[in-house]
């Protein structure tokens, strides 16, 4: 049973748009979380993470809302760009210094 | 090279065949991982290791073996392959950020006839 889901296997945003990639998990006990990008033919590459003692973290047009009770995060990209095109992965853990567990991805398309 | 690194990057291989994916760091890391990418799964990680001769099973171990005699290597053994480990493998190493945040390798594309 994943305990991390992402139950969008895609998405399609106009550029200039806001992009919203949803992701919800299952334990109780993760208190880190994190997005990572990716490109085809590249390995991940980190994007944001937000504790759970914080419900908002912002880096430039990328900003992650946690929802702790409702065991939902959600990654925002604004204004979207083609360059964003890449599939985003949710990934948890109880720690900062603990395993890590990703979800399945969500495939973004950045229309131009 | 630095940074992380993969070799091979693609491999073809038939069952019952061992076959080892290679992983190499510059950064001195003191973590590193392997995880396997399949379609609906995302991410699955395979073992990991927080030093130099420690090692630690992680979600899809079975079939796998590594090791780490240096700091820097860390190679993914197969011992005898089988279809259901054609999958791309990455390979990934964090430091003092935190074990989260995790520096990932290009990727191998391993297919099992």
């Known amino acids: 049973d994943q305990q991390v889901k992402q139950n969008s296997p895609s998405l399609s945003v106009q550029e200039g748009r806001i992009s919203i990639l949803n992701c919800d998990y299952t334990?109780?006990?993760?208190?880190?979380f994190l997005w990572y990008k990716k490109y085809p033919a590249e390995g991940p590459t980190f994007l944001i993470s937000?504790?759970?003692?914080?419900d908002k973290n912002e880096d430039g047009r990328f900003t992650v809302f946690l929802n702790k009770s409702a065991k939902h995060l959600s990654l925002h990209i604004v204004p979207s760009q083609p360059g964003d095109s890449a599939v985003y992965f949710c990934?948890?853990?109880?720690?900062?210094?603990?395993?890590?567990?990703f979800g399945p991805g969500t495939s973004l398309s950045v229309i131009p | 090279d630095a940074g992380i690194t993969q070799s091979p990057r693609y491999k073809i291989t038939e069952t019952g065949r061992q076959v080892t994916l290679m992983c190499h760091q510059t950064?001195?890391?003191?973590?590193m991982f392997w995880y396997r990418q399949d379609l609906g799964h995302g991410l699955r990680l395979i073992y990991y290791?927080?030093?130099?001769?420690?090692?630690d099973k992680g979600e899809v171990p079975d079939g796998y073996v590594v090791s780490r005699s240096k700091t820097e290597n860390f190679p993914l053994t197969l011992e005898s392959a089988t279809r259901s480990q054609t999958s791309v493998y990455f390979c990934?190493?964090?430091?003092?950020?935190?074990?989260?945040?995790?520096?990932f390798g290009p990727g191998t594309r391993l297919t099992v006839l």
């Open positions: 990934a190493s964090s430091g003092l950020a935190g074990v989260n945040e995790q520096f």
């Open positions: 334990n109780s006990m993760f208190d880190y």
């Open positions: 937000i504790s759970s003692i914080k």
């Open positions: 990934a948890a853990s109880e720690t900062s210094y603990d395993k890590v567990i």
């Open positions: 950064w001195s890391h003191s973590y």
């Open positions: 290791s927080a030093a130099a001769d420690i090692t």
